[in-house]
């Protein structure tokens, strides 16, 4: 069965430092993977996605995300973290020959000023 | 400009009463869902549809129903609330075919729903 693992509920990091939010996923197949942000009472943004071609791809608001296959992950990243980008990141999953769209459970990024 | 939209934003209404939330996109997609969101966290996805007269449920069980008369319109209605239906809905939809896949899903802005 095709699953996506967010290990971590909150993630707390200072303003200013480097974060990352981890994700690691199960399929069989070639994923397909995204990353979206939900700030409070909105629904999801897309972030950025990894569809094939480089590892590491570049998204909104200066994220970046790393795809492992060895390692079947997919963290998301940021070099100096903002205390805007506060909020909801959920990783998710797709499987090209299917029509749905596996999230995780969600982590919450908490910026410290 | 394409989007999708939803409305109400937010909604609160008495228990036993019947109300439908809305949910519309236009960009042409073909899929369309319907997630149920708790306060905190985690979605769960609760109906979806690959196109005109088709619906199916999702993988939490919900009292709501859905219908797909129009490729645009995917609402979802409750016929008679109750304070556990108190929650976050939030409505997507996808480009077709496997191309589309490739671009994962539009979400809409969510209706907040509180029955009292």
């Known amino acids: 069965a095709q699953s996506v693992a967010q290990p971590e509920d909150q993630v707390n990091v200072a303003e200013g430092n480097p974060l990352t939010v981890k994700c690691t996923y199960s399929v069989s197949g070639n994923p397909y993977l995204f990353w979206y942000v939900q700030y409070p009472n909105r629904g999801l943004q897309f972030l950025l996605k990894?569809?094939?071609?480089?590892?590491l791809v570049k998204g909104s608001y200066g994220f970046e995300a790393e795809f492992n296959k060895s390692q079947t992950s997919f963290h998301l990243k940021k070099p100096s973290a903002l205390v805007s980008d506060s909020a909801l990141y959920f990783c998710?999953?797709?499987?090209?020959?299917?029509?749905?769209?596996?999230f995780g459970k969600g982590t919450r990024l908490h910026i410290l000023p | 400009e394409a989007d999708i939209y939803q409305t109400p934003r937010y909604l609160v209404i008495g228990t036993g009463k019947k109300i439908t939330l809305e949910c519309s996109q236009t960009?042409?997609?073909?899929?369309m869902y319907w997630y149920q969101q708790d306060p905190g966290m985690e979605l769960h996805l609760i109906h979806y549809?690959?196109?005109?007269?088709?619906?199916e449920k999702g993988d939490l069980s919900s009292e709501s129903t859905v219908s797909r008369i129009r490729t645009e319109h995917f609402p979802l209605t409750l016929e008679s609330a109750r304070p556990s239906h108190t929650s976050q809905y939030l409505c997507?939809?996808?480009?077709?075919?496997?191309?589309?896949?490739?671009?994962?899903?539009?979400f809409g802005s969510g209706t907040r729903l509180t029955v009292v």
């Open positions: 990894y569809i094939t071609g480089d590892n």
């Open positions: 997507a939809s996808s480009a077709p075919g496997t191309g589309g896949a490739r671009y994962g899903y539009t």
């Open positions: 549809s690959y196109g005109v007269n088709s619906t």
């Open positions: 960009m042409g997609h073909d899929k």
């Open positions: 998710a999953v797709r499987v090209p020959r299917d029509d749905k769209i596996i």
